[in-house]
């Protein structure tokens, strides 16, 4: 979905940051009735959406906006027949832990936080660029270092 041009700066900013959440959010099916099938990221490719086009998912006589309930059958998965590669793929792909788990409700965690749960803390660890912090030089250095360059210090003290 493209970015609206007639947003402010900072919702831009935070749209063009979707892919990069969507990563940290992940659903476990239970029923399967509050996960959409295609746009969530609930399966070990992602989301699915990503995979495959609008037409293919209108081919297979489904809509991006089905939820993952829309393919299970009592307690299984039930695919449309694996009559193209796109169905063969999601079918190979899909392991058997994630067949649903009966009753009980969708999960959706915050994966780079150990409780499940949303943490400024966590995500900006999980984001952040973690090269080596620069070294601080102290004051004593940085007059030590302009003492040794011709002038540097008269240059530095008189300005």
Known sequence: MPIPI??????????KL?????????HTIGNGKSTFLWLDNWHPKGPL????????????GSSLYDKVNSVIENGAWHW???RNRVIQQIQSSTPVSLLPLGD????????????GSYSTKH?????RNKNP????FGLREILGYLAE???????????
């Not at 007639?6 to 749209?15: A, G, P, V």
């Not at 979707?18 to 959010?25: A, I, K, Y």
Request: with cysteine.
């Open 80 to 82: 449309p027949r694996p």
């Open 133 to 136: 912090k620069c070294t601080t």
């Open 49 to 60: 959406y990503k995979l495959f086009d609008d037409r293919t998912v209108s081919r297979l």
């Open 6 to 15: 007639d947003c402010s700066w900072k919702i831009r900013k935070l749209l």
């Open 18 to 26: 979707r892919d990069l959440g969507q990563l940290f959010v992940k």
């Open 149 to 159: 360059e011709r002038g540097a210090l008269k240059w530095f003290l008189l300005a």
């Open 104 to 115: 009980s409700k969708d999960v959706v965690t915050w994966t780079c936080s150990p409780s």
């Open 123 to 127: 995500t900006w660890e999980a984001i």
